[in-house]
Every structure is written in C-alpha cells, then in structure tokens.
C-alpha cells in the first residue's frame, strides 16, 4: 500500500494478504509486519481474522519484540466484537505488568475510554505517566500521547489542571502546525462535540474549520513516502561484514568514520531540501539474504544503498533527526543533542 493512498480506496484484506506473505519472505520483520496485517483486517471488518494474528504472534516461539503492545492490540481488538470480559482480563495483565513502553498504556487506555470508562481510563493514563515520565527531564517523542490521552479524558470529567496537563499543553502548541493554531485545551473541549449537534450554522461552520486544520495537519504527516534512508552499521556488525568482505573496507575505513559520514550526509540531506530522512541498520545475517536474493556478492558495494532502500520499504527506518529528549541514533545511548546532534 503506498502512504498517499486514500484510506477508501485500499483493499484491506488484499494488503494484509500481501503483508502476510512479505512475512513470510522476512521473518526478522515478521512482528512488525503481521501488526500491519492485523490492523488492515481490523479495517475490513473482519476482527476475529485479526485476532487470530495477535495469537499467531503470542504463540510463536521467538520472543517478540513488544509483546504488551501486541496483547493491548488483541484487547482492544476483542472488545470491539462482544469479548469484553477476555478484553479486560488482558488490559489488567497489561496494566500489572507495568511495560516500560507508552504504547500499551495508549492502547488498553484508548480502548477503556472508547468505552465510557472514562475513570479507569485516566488512571491508566495516569499509571503509563507516572512510571514512564517521573523525574524525566524532557519526555521522548513516544511518550506525547499519554500525556495527550490523559488531558484529553480528564477534559471529558472537568477535572482542574495540574502540572502533567500544563506539560501536556506545553508539549502541543511547540509541536503544532502553524496553520492549525488549536490549544490542547480546546481540542479536548467537550463544548467542540457538543457544537456538532447545534442549530446554529456558525457554530458549525467554526468546527468544521478547526476540524479541517487539524485534520490538514495529521495527512501531512501520514502522507510522506517512506524516508530517504542512510545505512548504519553498529560497530559489531560492521567488524563482523568487514572480516567477512574486506573489499567493503574502502566503504568504512573506521567505525567512527562512518558514524560521522552517517550524520554529515544526512545533514547535507536536510539542507538541500530532502525531506524524511530516516536511517536503517543493517545486520550482516539480513544483508547476505538481500544480495542472495538479488543474485549479488555482498562484496559489490553498490549494493548497500538498494539494502538501505529495501530496509526502509519494509518499515525499518528510524527518523532523523530524533525527536528532542530521545537518545542518539548511533547506539551511545546519550542524547541526541548531546551526541552526534551537537552543534
């Protein structure tokens, strides 16, 4: 499915179809795919289909990556189609198990809320906050939408601000478009719903206008072609590709070398105008498949920026530049800003 297709014109049980095959084909990307797979049949309607993916995925005998993202997907899948009781049992577990990743608590939060339980789902959002944001001097990309989920419904119960809330709305207006212009608080106000039931035409015609912007904003971002992608080497696996293909060395004279060229040439990138940059990381393992699959020896250097192109179709790429408070992309685990992001 290309990015810029409209959502009403794809095919989903045909693109999760496809998704599940391209599994097959990469079972290294299999989790993230399968995720795909599973999302396109929950648009299609057919939800049990979906379910019986995040099964596929609870049972495989690889670990997977984010398990609890996968069980909070299968919960809030299942309460769509009448198992509310199994739904709830599973958002417990999630809950108890307190993952370190937002996006569980987003999910079984967003699916206690989608059901008027607006209580618990504050106090999920509020549990996910606590433990991901406490004593965090800037929170990382991820973690926005917890806050957000947590503004929101405390919107919905009139509860007063308090200083997550204020952060909340810090974090909204340095990241919103200039064109939108809608503060958290009245986007979370429950007035805007209401406004939508009004007889009043400028009433109406005032949040169609904010409802445009917003959603002008959201198709901007989900619209972009996958990115124009670098190729990282983690110094293990560099070592390792090098031993294996000595010729690559005139590619990658040192480690730092290429960490530094990594970060120039995406810097030169974004200066002349490239947008969405991303970089992949490649494993040794991965890049002999994809040279064997193209009939290539991994020794011909031009074949690191198809590999670079194909991790990066596959939904591999990480963003650059990382969202402010997130660590380097190079692995230190320092800050970006601190690290190859300092001036």
């Not at 995720?35 to 049972?59: F, I, N, V």
Request: glycine share 6%.
């Amino acid at each position: 499915m290309r990015p810029d297709t409209p959502a009403e014109n794809v095919d989903h049980t045909a693109e999760a179809a496809r998704l599940e095959r391209t599994a097959g084909l990469y079972p290294e990307d299999a989790e993230a795919l399968l995720l795909q797979a599973a999302a396109h049949l929950e648009l299609s309607g057919d939800r049990p289909a979906a379910s019986t993916l995040y099964d596929r995925l609870l049972s495989s005998a690889g670990a997977l990556e984010s398990p609890y993202l996968v069980r909070a997907l299968k919960a809030a899948n299942l309460w769509e189609y009448g198992h509310e009781a199994e739904a709830r049992a599973i958002i417990d577990g999630v809950r108890a198990a307190a993952p370190r990743d937002p996006a569980p608590w987003v999910i079984v939060a967003e699916a206690l809320e989608s059901h008027d339980e607006l209580q618990a789902a504050q106090e999920t959002f509020t549990e996910g906050v606590r433990l991901l944001l406490t004593d965090v001097q800037e929170p990382p990309y991820p973690t926005h939408p917890l806050l957000y989920g947590r503004h929101r419904v405390r919107r919905m119960q009139g509860a007063a601000h308090d200083d997550w809330d204020t952060l909340a709305d810090t974090l909204h207006l340095a990241q919103s478009s200039p064109t939108s212009g809608v503060s958290l608080d009245e986007l979370h106000d429950p007035k805007r719903i209401w406004s939508l039931g009004s007889d009043n035409p400028a009433e109406l015609q005032a949040e169609i206008s904010r409802l445009r912007a917003e959603l002008g904003a959201y198709r901007e971002a989900l619209s972009r072609p996958f990115p124009v992608a670098v190729l990282h080497w983690p110094a293990t696996e560099l070592a390792e590709l090098l031993e294996a293909y000595p010729p690559l060395a005139e590619e990658y004279p040192s480690h730092d070398s290429h960490l530094a060229t990594i970060e120039a040439s995406l810097r030169e990138l974004a200066g002349s105008g490239t947008p969405n940059l991303g970089i992949v990381t490649g494993t040794v393992p991965s890049y002999e498949a994809f040279a064997a699959s193209e009939g290539t020896s991994p020794s011909d250097s031009s074949l690191l920026p198809q590999y670079a192109t194909t991790l990066a179709a596959r939904g591999r790429a990480t963003e650059w530049p990382p969202q402010r408070g997130t660590t380097c992309w190079c692995g230190s685990g320092r800050a970006y800003g601190e690290c190859h992001g300092a001036e």
